[in-house]
């Protein structure tokens, strides 16, 4: 159980096209979700917070105008990075929260995707 | 400002032998910490957590042990295989519904046949 997805898996585009990147969670409903970008040798950055029916929670430095965020169901959550510039090539990964097991259980975590990697030329 | 730190950027043992990865974190409103193991260009998958209410958790050949005084944690892998060979990040986090994880850089390890 506890299967997140991620499509696509690769991704590259032109400079100034946009690119969205789906999350789902397979086999549990997740009212939160969570994404994240990793650089080369570098740890795993929380980019925003996700919740089901409400408005993301950006991290501080993070354009929210630039990476858009719907969470439009308890089991799909949508990155849409607009006008790519090369400098947004990155892994990005996102994490589901298993919503039945929100704070009432010691195994309550968040599972991974595999991951996007973004190549923006 | 790096809240979690794991000072060992790469780990290298011998099957069979015992792994301790470290992990120290500066935010003392922390309490539950967790620990990824993650294959390049995959995400990283859940291996085990503690919470700050325990020193302790284990699960088969996987050890977490938290020094609350010190802000310290360690995991144990014994006896290490060559299938652990990853690279491993220690995350934390302050609870509540949010549940944000702050990661380590991670630590790479390599376990030799």
């Known amino acids: ?121 | 400002d790096q809240q979690v730190k794991q000072n060992s950027p790469s780990l290298s043992v011998q099957e069979g032998r015992i792994s301790i990865l470290n992990c120290d974190y500066t935010n003392s409103m922390f309490d539950y910490f967790l620990w990824y193991k993650k294959y390049p260009a995959e995400g990283p998958t859940f291996l085990i957590s503690i919470s700050s209410i325990k020193d302790k958790n284990e699960d088969g050949r996987f050890t977490v042990f938290l020094n609350k005084s010190a802000k310290h944690l360690s995991l144990h892998i014994v006896p290490s295989q060559p299938g652990d060979s990853a690279v491993y990040f220690c995350a934390a986090s302050r609870g509540g519904s949010n549940y944000k994880l702050t990661f380590g850089k991670g630590t790479l390890l390599t376990v030799n046949p």
């Open chain 1, 1 to 121: 159980g506890a299967v997140v997805s991620q499509h696509p898996s690769r991704v590259i585009c032109k400079s100034g096209t946009s690119v969205k990147i789906e999350c789902r969670s397979l086999d549990f409903q997740a009212t939160t979700m969570f994404w994240y970008r990793q650089f080369p040798k570098k740890s795993l950055m929380l980019m925003a917070t996700s919740n089901e029916g409400s408005k993301a929670t950006y991290e501080q430095g993070v354009e929210k105008d630039k990476f858009l965020i719907n969470h439009a169901s308890l089991t799909l959550s949508t990155l849409t990075v607009t006008s790519a510039h090369p400098e947004d090539s990155s892994f990005y990964i996102c994490s589901a929260r298993d919503a039945k097991l929100a704070g009432r259980s010691s195994t309550d975590t968040q599972y991974f995707g595999p991951g996007t990697r973004l190549t923006v030329l």
